[in-house]
C-alpha cells in the first residue's frame, strides 16, 4: 500500500462525536463539527454526522465544495470571514457565516439580495484570543447594523478561545459572553437564537458543574478529531486518541555515531574540547518530511526520539535497534500534523470503518501487509 499515508478509523471518530453529542446536550449545548483539519473529507464528515453532530463548520470554501458535492445537505456555516470574491458561493452554500466587518456583512447581504435568499450572520467578538473579533463596547453598533442591512439575518454571537493565545477560556468569560447576548437582545430587539461559546478549548468547562448560560453550541474539532484539549494536549476523558495514524516506509538504517564530526561543530565553539564519542545509535530515515505534515508534532513509538526533518526526510533515533527497510513506522499526530497531512497530495488517505457503517462487513482486518515496528 502506497505510503505515507493517514489511516483513518471512522467507528473512534463517530464514538467521539457521539459522547461529545450526548454529553454537552444534557448541558443544552449544540454541536458544530468543525471540518477544516480534515479538508471537509467527506468520509470523516459523515462519521461526525453518524455520530450525532447535526452541523458543520469549515474555513474554506474549496472543503465546502468538497462536502457539498459529496451530498453533505446538513447546515454549514462559515468559521472564517469570508472573502469579498466569495460571496455569492458563500451564500449558496453556506447556512450562516462568521463576521466581523460591515464591510463583509453588507456584500454578503447584497449577493443574498442578488441570489433571491437570505443569509445567516453570526458576530465573532474579541474576548481576549485577539485573533478575529469584535470588541464587546461595538457589539450592540454591529447588532443594529446588521439587523438593518437587507439580505442578511442576525442569526448569533460567538467568541472564539485558545488559537491565538494558549489559553482556556474561564467562567468568567463565558458568563460575559451569555451578558452580552442578553445586552444585544435588549439594545436591538430580536432574539439572540445562536451562542456559540467557542472550540475544543471550552470543553473543561463545558463539562464541568457550572452554569452553561445562554451559551447552546460550541464548535469542535480538535476533540473529536484527536481527543485531545488543545490547550493542555492531554487525552480527553471518554474520547478516542488514536483515530488517526500517519503510516511512513523506512528508506534507511545504519549505526551512526551520536556525536557530531568535529567540523560540523560551530566555529565560536571550537575552543570547547571535545571528547569522542563512539556511542553508535540506529539511526533510521522515514520517507516523509516536512512537506507532508508538522514534523513537530509527531509522536513517535514509544523509545523513539525525533532527531530533524527536511522537506522529505525525518531523521528518528530508534536507539540501539535497527528497524528494516522497507518496514512501515505508524505515529500519531497532533493537530497541527493532522491538518498538514490531510492537506497534503503526497499523503494518501485510507479510510477503515466505512462499511460497517454501512452496515456491512468490517475491512480493519484485511491488512497483513502493515508492519508495525
Ligand atoms: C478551528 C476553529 C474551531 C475549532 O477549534 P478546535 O479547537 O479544533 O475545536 C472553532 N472555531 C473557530 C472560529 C475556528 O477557527
Known sequence: MTSPR?????????????????????????????????CGHPDIVGAMLDGGVTSLADARIANLFR????????????????????????????????????????????????????????????????????????????????????????????????????VAPTDRDLARLSRLATQVEGACGPIIELVSGGGSANLT??????????????????????????????????LHTDAFALIAEVIETRLKPSSLPTRSIAPELGMLKLVRNDDLRARTILAVGQQDTDTSGLALPSGYRFIGATSDHTVIDTAKSAVPVGSEMKIGMNYSALMRAMSAPDVAKTVYGKQKMNGSADNREAHPFLTLV
Open 67 to 166: 462536502m457539498r458535492t459529496a451530498g453533505i445537505t446538513c447546515p454549514i456555516s462559515m468559521i472564517r470571514a469570508p472573502l469579498l470574491n466569495e460571496m455569492e458561493d458563500v451564500v449558496r452554500w453556506c447556512d450562516a457565516s462568521y463576521n466581523t466587518e460591515m464591510d463583509t456583512i453588507l456584500e454578503l447581504g447584497a449577493a443574498a439580495q442578488k441570489l433571491i435568499t437570505s443569509h445567516d450572520v453570526i458576530l465573532m467578538i474579541e474576548m481576549g484570543d485577539m485573533r478575529e473579533g469584535i470588541l464587546p463596547e461595538n457589539i450592540n453598533d454591529y447588532a443594529a447594523r446588521v439587523i438593518a442591512t437587507p439580505g442578511v439575518t442576525l442569526k448569533g454571537i460567538a467568541a472564539n478561545f485558545a488559537c491565538m493565545r494558549n
Open 205 to 238: 468547562w463545558a463539562l464541568g458543574q457550572g452554569s452553561t448560560g445562554r451559551v447552546n453550541n460550541l464548535r469542535l474539532g480538535e476533540a473529536i478529531l484527536l481527543g485531545t484539549d488543545p490547550v493542555t494536549g492531554q487525552p480527553i476523558t471518554g
Open 6 to 38: 493517514v489511516e483513518i478509523d471512522l467507528g473512534k471518530i463517530q464514538a467521539n462525536a457521539r459522547y461529545l453529542v450526548r454529553r454537552l446536550g444534557t448541558r443544552g449545548i449544540s454541536v458544530t463539527g468543525v471540518t477544516k483539519a480534515v
